[in-house]
């Protein structure tokens, strides 16, 4: 790899410079913004097909508008590496030195040309028709624009948004950024409408976006530079709201991109030449496999099982599934709502809908788990991944899954401590047609077997104690193994609570009676969490109660050993709070 | 008021005694059905608009289908008085003695006819496209029908739905019942997008339901028995999904519903004769009086304020403010996530957004709440209504808000204990341009002064205690009056805590250090809340702690005083609960 000493990159420090290169110069920064997004990649990973196929509209649009006056938000922002070289941070990918010294997403810390943190979908129509009715009270009259893609128009907020902008009175600018993808294929009857827009170069009649009152562009490509510079030219001071749909190539530039879109949509670090990861994937089980386990068996046992996901299965390894089981396979789109109200009419249909989310993404669906599942106590089953602190960009973190879910009635959430009981507590949840229950899937490395009885029934929940002295530990899921080097050098007595929200009364009374603190260790915030819990039902007993977990603050891109010790999770940490009792 | 004797709905036990009637007595049952709708609503309260309107589709629907097999998922259920008359529950409307027999939502517990607990709008397209997969994957082949109003239509998950709806592979009916109105006005795109349809009599090309690949059927008279019965034979038993747009007429049957939609949505107890109130409304100041106070102060000089609302107005009294500052008004639809992503572009522009949201329907944008404001720490300012225990039916209860809000990093939730205090502080929200703050308005009665001191900055929280023995009563917002009653009780030192999620460590140890017991007294659920933070907080301290608020459970029209008892929210309660320690 070389630093590129004679890119033309190297001499833009700001959009500003971008306005006196040729169409031919632009396309050369086209191309070494291709070269460096691929090398960049290639060592670190990342969000490559939305970056590959986003670099002439991101050029264009910079040529055209001036930012940060002229204002754009970009959905997700999964595809801004092209808009941060350009932005002044062009060194982050020039240098692998400087690899490091952005961040993936959006970032008003990084750059005044960066507005928001933003890492869900559909949120830049809603936020950017916000931005525009500022704009109007205040008297300004810069351009607003949101750009999203079709994948993130699936999204219930999306439509909320393009619903609002279309009544702007001044000017705003939804840019569709149809590449004709999802992270996987994208899906419903919005895929139909804008195939019917884009087959007929814009004009056909049939069409949601000037039945809503839009004034609708439409470019057929929308790689080529001079086409998506006139088309920015031509909606630029328009006072009044524009949706303009470019159609863009996802992998634009990279062979393999192009011909396996998903797998490429995100990448860990691979060899440019062979396209293949250069850290080995270990084919052993993991709380993904064991989960897409008990499904097929309980499928070929005859259970009436769908698998429901929202736009993810590469998460959940649900692709060969999808391939072996088409019938009982569901991806709704990037529709977390969607999926939870389609698992609770499954549920009572008789069907047995087993929900796989991202806790993150989950949080888009907090009154479907509510008003949907829990009032009407359907026996949705729901396995969530990505629960617990984590060194993601504060958009991605994983801590409120508890908040959610356990804190709603009816809800069951379990914990499994090992991959044996993580099967144990899916077979069970399956077979039950009681209550929803959800299952937090370890995020950290857990035992396959467990160095204790499983349970085969999780309707009582009963704790797991291993007898010790003084101390109790109740360490939650995979926190466990933390628990057991604590109750090791304590000497303590180390419980398996199994749930992180039903309490099993009965044992805490007692662990009270026997000890003198108790302790509880959770992957997740503390606040709104199953330490406190344990705290306000042990409120009246005479025995100190700590809790741990992460404060409530959101940690951006924090290595995970740093969040550990910020928040007391070692042992030492944990044994040294004890002596200051 | 008679019992109607003479009536042919007494003759109705169930849909299946409508398939002999005639046209002619079937417009019978229609107007029968309409004047107990009003004679029930003028003595009790109730929906009343979206009934009147929906008269003809519900007798069309019953007289066509076989319901239960056949299934109808009406959206938010507050139309299904006219369906609930059909399906045996007749003598609830016919019979004042019986009025309180049904609740005023579809309830499964009712009826075989009703599939779901539903109040929250959007999700009954979802809802029927589990349905409908699961009907698949069991090889069955009753139809599944959802019916939702163009306001409805306004929440994103109504298009999630569509949107898989639309490539749904077997029989799926999608009713639009179009009236034009939401619950006030209905706004945005897709209104534009209705109108052009209904102008065009179903016929224009700019169809966005044709886009997406729906069959779409049209019915220029929804309150036309025959077009409605023709209309939905022509729809049963298609093996395809079907969008059928249906123009009715909300509050059809009722001259002054008819000339002002929006206070005839739902109404409190009124004279049929004069159309006016029987209960006086009071004319003093109340949380929501104040609260509009301190904008059109804060408007007048100078701050560049948006109220921002998602189609509940009227909760608010926002109707006069509308009209008297409509620069500073915005009603975003159903679209609570838009409303709060809206707030966080109006906040990053330098604007002033304060929105008004319901409890109960916030919960459908906890992730705005959380990925839009709370991680970008935006000053957006929220005004809470409805958050505390009720009598409400379980699917509107606002027990959650804490839940949603404290568990959040940077958002800092005030519950003031008097008008004064929320006067206090939502001028400092305003003013204060560091951090979201959200503000719970008293749902109880709360003095219009304050007995103590009123801080006027809350950036630091810091408890307001009057000095008492043993015990210190840490009493939440409108709970305070209670902690007042007890305190008198016991003697106990009282503390007014201010903010649900912001804890006051110092004084907190100080109480610690002074007495023998805390309670905390919050008026929302227990689980996720206030009172387990400070146990948490006080866990290694020498002290008790008592928490009270709702157990983790949904209510169901629970009257309040029965809500309180099983809660142990009595200063009787607490007392023996202090005797058993």
């Known amino acids: 790899m070389n630093n590129h000493n004679d890119y033309l990159l190297r001499k833009i420090s700001s959009p500003q410079d971008l306005k006196n290169l040729s169409i031919s110069e632009m396309e050369q920064l086209a191309e070494e913004i291709r070269t460096l997004v691929l090398e960049k990649d290639a060592a670190e990973g990342g969000h490559l097909g939305p970056d590959l196929g986003i670099v002439e509209a991101t050029i264009a649009y910079h040529y055209v508008f001036n930012a940060p006056t002229d ?19 062009a060194q982050a990918w020039l240098d692998p030195e400087h690899y490091k010294d952005v961040t993936p997403y959006s970032n008003p810390d990084e750059s005044p040309y960066d507005y928001y943190s933003i890492g869900h979908t559909s949120t830049s129509i809603a936020l950017a028709t916000g931005m525009a009715k500022a ?65 007929s170069n814009g004009q056909a009649k049939e069409n949601p976006f000037t039945a809503m009152g839009f004034d609708y562009r439409y470019v057929q490509n929308g790689n080529d530079l001079s086409d998506m510079i006139a088309a920015f030219k031509a909606v630029k001071d328009v006072d009044h709201p524009i949706l303009l749909h470019i159609n863009t190539t996802k992998g634009k530039g990279y062979e393999p991109a192009l011909k396996d879109e998903e797998a490429h949509h995100w990448v860990v670090p691979f060899d440019l030449a062979t396209d293949q990861p250069t850290t080995p994937v270990l084919d052993k089980p993991t709380a993904k496999t064991i989960a897409l386990d008990v499904l097929k068996e309980e499928i070929q046992m005859g259970q009436k099982i769908m698998a429901i996901n929202a736009a993810i299965p590469g998460v959940f390894n649900l692709d060969q599934f999808k391939h072996d089981y088409p019938d009982n396979y569901t991806d709704v789109g990037i529709a977390e709502q969607e999926s939870v109200a389609f698992a609770a009419g499954f549920a009572k249909e008789g069907g047995i809908p087993v929900l796989f989310e991202n806790s993150t993404f989950l949080q888009r669906a907090f009154d479907q788990l509510s008003h949907d599942v ?208």
């Open 71 to 89: 204002k754009i938000v970009w959905d997700v922002s999964h595809q801004t590496y092209p808009h941060k070289m350009l932005t002044g941070r």
């Open 135 to 199: 704009r109007d009270l205040m008297g300004g009259h810069e351009n607003i624009m949101a750009l999203i893609g079709d994948g993130s128009m699936t999204g219930g907020l999306a439509f909320e948004g393009l619903n609002n902008a279309a009544i702007e009175k001044h000017n705003l600018v939804i840019v569709v950024n149809d590449n004709q993808w999802s992270i996987d294929q994208n899906v419903g009857g919005l895929v139909t409408a804008l195939a019917k827009l884009r087959n």
């Open 374 to 581: 829990a009032a009407n106590n359907l026996p949705v089953v729901m396995m969530v991944a990505g629960g617990g602190l984590s060194s993601e960009s504060k958009t991605h973190l994983g801590i409120f899954d508890q908040v959610m879910i356990s804190n709603l009635p009816n809800w069951i959430y379990l914990a499994p401590t090992s991959l044996a009981e993580e099967r144990a507590m899916l077979q069970w949840a399956i077979k039950q047609r009681q209550h929803p229950v959800a299952i937090k899937m370890p995020t950290l490395s857990v035992p396959t077997d467990s160095a204790t009885q499983i349970e085969t029934d999780y309707d009582q929940i009963q704790y797991q104690i291993q007898p010790g002295k003084n101390i109790a530990i109740l360490a939650l899921g995979d926190f466990y193994s933390l628990g057991e080097n604590l109750a090791q050098k304590l000497g303590a007595t180390l419980v398996n609570p199994i749930s992180a929200n039903i309490l099993d009364k009965q044992s805490l009374d007692k662990l009270a009676q026997n000890h003198q603190v108790i302790i509880t260790l959770e992957n997740n915030i503390l606040d709104g969490g199953f330490g406190q819990k344990v705290a306000s039902y042990l409120g009246k007993q005479n025995i100190k109660v700590l809790n741990y977990g992460q404060k409530r603050i959101y940690t951006d891109q924090t290595p995970l050993a740093q969040i550990y010790r910020d928040n007391h999770l070692t042992v030492e940490q944990i044994t040294d709070d004890l002596k200051a009792l």
